[in-house]
């Protein structure tokens, strides 16, 4: 199958897809022939790149929904169906901000909330969208991930701790469901270059990837586009045999984790 076509006849949510990885994955995900449906808590955001996957030509459609809500993330997956008859993929890609802090400063609202939207959040939207997938034949699930899932990072127990509960989670979902043709696998971003994650701990985009560039092997942060190119060859059939497995788009960072004195 050509590019343009690797998702035709998929109807596919992507939670967080108002962001700029959720939103990069939408407009891929739309490009590749998919029906998107944009749910995002921020309808504002989820209307924008809405527009942007119809002014392509694309199909899509937004959704303002609190994924850690049962009823409101129900509704959605009905909504999902609703508008265009099945779902065949989820992206998990919605994820909340936590402080920084040691167990001695970390309020326990900010600990809860990380596990309701991390964690909670992916359980809820696969428990709805799981019995769709299966009626649709089966499918596909990816689930974001970090590379922080994967090693200790000083003071951030929440981020890390949650993360690494997805990469179990993803491995579980995959043994339960494999019978039923749906296919699930998380990706493993390194630090990207987004507003958000930038003005988290530094005052611009441009010197969060000064100060991060140099940790990693390709002395440079990740883009938005490169996590998306992920997503896509882990929700299409070039993946067709691989369930239950991280793929790691970290620049090489967990396998350097040192300080580049050279440029890349």
């Known amino acids: 199958m050509a590019r343009g076509e690797l998702l035709n006849g998929r109807v596919a949510i992507v939670t967080g897809g108002g962001g700029e990885i959720g939103g990069a994955i939408s407009r891929l995900f739309a490009s590749e022939g998919a029906n998107v449906f944009v749910l995002d808590i921020s309808r504002e955001r989820a ?34 169906v609703e508008t265009f008859g099945k779902v065949t993929t989820l992206a998990n890609v919605a994820a909340t901000v936590t402080p920084a802090g040691t167990v001695e400063t970390l309020a326990l609202e900010d600990w809860n909330r990380a596990w309701q939207v991390n964690v909670t959040g992916s359980f809820l939207m696969c428990k709805f969208a799981v019995p769709e997938m299966r009626k ?84 440079r942060t990740g883009q938005a586009q490169e996590i998306a190119d992920g997503a896509l060859y882990l929700a299409s059939d070039m993946s067709s045999f691989m369930t239950g497995a991280d793929l790691l788009i970290d620049g090489g960072y967990l396998a350097f984790k040192g300080s580049l004195t050279h440029p890349a």
């Open 47 to 80: 209307d924008a790149v809405v527009a942007d996957i119809r002014s392509a030509g694309g199909q899509a459609a937004a959704c303002q929904a609190d994924i850690t809500q049962p009823d409101s993330a129900r509704a959605a997956v009905a909504k999902a």
């Open 136 to 219: 649709a034949g089966g499918g596909a699930i990816v689930n974001i991930a970090s590379s922080h899932a994967h090693i200790g990072v000083p003071r951030r127990a929440a981020y890390c701790a949650t993360k690494g509960a997805v990469l179990q989670f993803t491995k579980v979902l995959a043994i339960d469901h494999a019978e039923d043709g749906i296919r699930v696998n998380s990706i493993s971003p390194g630090a990207i270059d987004t507003l958000r994650g930038a003005l988290q701990r530094f005052p611009s985009r441009e010197a969060a990837n000064a100060a991060k560039g140099p940790s990693y092997l390709l002395n």
